[in-house]
């Protein structure tokens, strides 16, 4: 046996019960409907013209419903007679080359066959102009050379920053589209900068690009689409800060504080830029983004393979398994957080063996004096938080939390031969 062994093999495990959170379950119920009148009630027909070419942003988060908005949208763009074709809008992601953007698209459902029309992936970059303050700005060379663009993106918090624009229709824009040139532009002076920068890049490509209109996708707790809205450019800069003042009012979260241990069973640039949403978790790469009181210690245990590898984000974590270390390519995930001058985002915890491991690693570095009364709280990944599974300890204030409700008895957390929950 080793020492590592022998030290977690005498830490014991709480156990656990299924709880159920409530939060807001406004949602729309037939997304491709919902963005076909969004955007004729919105006149689209008026920046399209019959046989112009119409590059529509295509980017690397698991966006709800994304595969149906964008079949949607090409599909009104070719009513219109115009010839729409998708461009990978997501930065350096997708180990920063051409292929890789275009498999991290396979991944979420989204290619050339399910969507009707070519997918044009590039690294090549044109530079179109200047911020105001003479920074050069760079854009998708197809993107670029398109008779126009359509913006397509989530507005939510970002995961290292905090500012009027975050992630949303901007940042697409000026670094989702800017590829990993414009992105590492957009970078260069760290997160301190990036809610500036975001808004300077994103109004200059504004001023030097044929932007059609931008589609805002808004989220509910519950990972649904809960409101789309079409916005013409000159709407933007104004409506995109309410728009995230909405999104951040009904973002997931875990009801429960001041907790030990927090256990997350995946991660993945699918679920989070940062892998685990840290106005979840708590656990902030950057001191210029704000959010919950971080627990004692948090495992991750796995990565989903819609990552293709990506583990920028390992480095909030301070456990987590062999089996999520062999899956992580460390040339996609430094050339990500290289771009965002993000270093810590990749640093790696303690690799336990197994998942049962790291769990009592966990509960062994969480500097919980009395672990009979330890407060632990299991989640499926950070954008699932409907149910979780909390400890023996955290019961009692389950019961009495009005947006909660225990699901069923305690028991042992279950892990196979092999020391695996799953």
């Known amino acids: 046996m080793s020492i590592i062994t022998d030290i977690i093999s005498r830490i014991e495990l709480p156990q656990m019960a299924p709880a159920s959170q409530k939060f807001d379950s406004q949602h729309v119920d037939d997304p491709r409907a919902e963005l076909r009148y969004r955007l004729r009630e919105k006149g689209i027909n ?23 908005l964008l079949q949607t949208l090409v ?21 920063a080359t051409a292929k890789g953007q275009k498999e991290m698209l396979k991944g979420l459902g989204i290619t050339e066959e399910s969507m009707g029309c070519p997918i044009c992936s590039s690294m090549e970059v044109v530079k179109i102009g200047k911020t105001a303050d003479g920074k050069d700005v760079f854009l998708d060379s197809n993107a670029a050379h398109a008779d126009g663009i359509i913006v397509m993106n989530r507005v939510k918090a970002h995961t290292s920053f905090t500012g009027q624009y975050e992630s949303g229709l901007l940042k697409m824009m000026s670094v989702g589209l800017g590829k990993q040139v414009g992105a590492q532009a957009c970078h260069r002076e760290g997160h301190g900068k990036m809610a500036e920068y975001v808004k300077e890049f994103g109004t200059a490509v504004l001023k030097n690009a044929n932007i059609l209109f931008g589609v805002a996708i808004l989220e509910n707790a519950y990972d649904e689409t809960r409101r789309l809205e079409v916005l013409f ?7 995109e800060p309410e728009l995230l003042a909405e999104a951040k009012a009904h973002m997931p979260k875990i009801h429960l504080t001041d907790l030990d241990v927090l256990i997350v069973d995946r991660m993945g640039k699918d679920i989070s830029g940062l892998g685990m949403d840290p106005h979840v978790t708590g656990s902030f790469v950057s001191e210029y983004a704000r959010g919950p009181k971080r627990p004692g210690s948090i495992a991750v245990l796995d990565m989903t393979e819609a990552a293709h590898g990506n583990g920028t984000g390992i480095g909030v974590a301070d456990v987590t398994t062999e089996r999520l270390y062999r899956k992580i390519d460390f040339e996609a995930t430094y050339a990500n957080v290289m771009t965002a001058c993000m270093p810590a985002a990749a640093r790696v915890p303690l690799v336990m063996k197994n998942q049962k491991q790291a769990v009592q690693a966990a509960i062994q570095v969480s500097r919980c004096a009395d672990r009979k009364k330890i407060r632990v709280v299991r989640i499926s990944d950070t954008l699932h938080l409907e149910k979780i599974w909390v400890s023996e300890a955290l019961l009692e204030e389950v019961d009495g939390h009005p947006q909660m409700t225990v699901l069923g008895e305690k028991s042992p957390l279950a892990f196979n031969g092999s020391g695996d929950l799953f």
């Open 233 to 239: 450019p000159g709407e933007f800069l104004d409506r």
């Open 75 to 95: 599909s009104e763009v070719k009513a219109a007679g115009a010839v729409p074709f998708l461009v990978p809008a997501m930065g350096s992601h997708g180990g």
């Open 46 to 68: 008026r920046t399209l013209r019959p046989g112009m070419k119409v590059a529509i942003t295509a980017g690397s988060r698991g966006i709800r419903n994304i595969p149906i």
